[in-house]
């Protein structure tokens, strides 16, 4: 399976500003995700992250918000625009498999807003 | 409803015992079914895929049940080292290729010495 690196693995952040977190897997792979997981819930897709073309994204979610770049078919970046505290959660990209199994999760990024 | 929906526990049980989880998805097509394993502060890691013929990995059986939408997990002979959170998982996308995951909350487990 793949193997991803993701950075930073944690940030502390002040309001207003912004943060790109970033993933680089091991191998091309089509399509990336983006999840994010609030403190004591379960993960929610963000966008799913398409080499060429613009990311695509779930309810709740704009590209305003979220600004995604995938530029080829082994790293993808998510933005985090204007954050607030609401912000503060762990994000995780993830990779689809290449056959069949299981989904492969970068390390994730702990994010606080203060 | 809730597309994938999972009993959030927690389940206190003492080592060596035999624990079952359950999760229901909403919808009938799906293809995909997986179930994951958080640990405190780590990302998801898949712990196993489930087929329509259920599968074994030691002491982890898991089953689907298509007509009633359910998917299984069962522990037999709990290890404290089992303590994490379960994560049901079904991809989304329903016409065989890949597509996005869509996650259960979670069943919490604990197990006691």
């Known amino acids: 399976s793949a193997v991803i690196s993701q950075k930073p693995s944690r940030d502390i952040c002040q309001r207003g500003t912004s943060l790109t977190i970033q993933c680089q897997v091991d191998s091309q792979v089509t399509m990336m995700f983006w999840y994010r997981q609030q403190p004591g819930q379960s993960l929610t897709l963000i966008a799913t992250a398409n080499q060429g073309s613009e990311a695509t994204y779930e309810s709740g979610f704009v590209i305003d918000k979220f600004p995604i770049s995938r530029p080829n078919l082994t790293f993808s970046t998510l933005t985090v625009s204007n954050m607030s505290p609401e912000d503060s959660s762990i994000y995780l990209c993830s990779v689809a498999p290449t056959g069949v199994g299981g989904y492969t999760f970068g390390s994730g990024t702990r994010l606080t807003v203060v | 409803r809730k597309e994938v929906e999972q009993d959030p526990g927690p389940f206190n049980v003492p080592e060596g015992a035999t624990v079952a989880f359950n999760c229901t998805y909403s919808?009938?097509?799906?293809?995909?079914f997986f179930w994951y394993r958080q640990d405190c502060r780590k990302e998801p890691k898949l712990l196993m895929s489930?087929?329509?013929s259920g599968n074994e990995d030691g002491r982890f059986t898991a089953q689907l049940n298509r007509a009633s939408q359910y998917i299984s997990l069962l522990i037999r002979d709990s290890k404290l080292s089992d303590s994490a959170t379960y994560l049901c998982v079904v991809n989304r996308n329903y016409g065989g290729s890949q597509g996005n995951l869509i996650f259960g909350k979670g069943t919490k487990l604990s197990v006691k010495p």
């Open positions: 919808n009938s097509a799906s293809q995909s």
């Open positions: 489930v087929y329509s």
